[in-house]
């Protein structure tokens, strides 16, 4: 049976880590900044892992 292809655009969104964890940029970080507090940007920034409900899922569009 052929290998199903990844899906790119998921692919672009997340990394997996050595350990095969789901990494991914935290959401509400792209528009409507001025209204968001200083503080609130700041804790968006940097690299969340994904839940584990969103895990299965993710690994299944990547192929793995």
Not at 14 to 21: A, K, L, N, Y
Not at 32 to 60: F, M, P, Q
């Amino acid at each position: 049976m052929p290998k199903m292809k990844s899906h790119t655009g998921m692919g672009k969104r997340v990394r997996v880590t050595g350990s095969g964890r789901i990494v991914a940029q935290q959401a509400g970080l792209r528009h409507n900044l001025e209204k968001k507090s200083s503080h609130r940007t700041r804790r968006l920034t940097g690299l969340v892992e994904a839940s584990k409900v969103d895990t299965r899922r993710i690994k299944k569009l990547l192929g793995r």
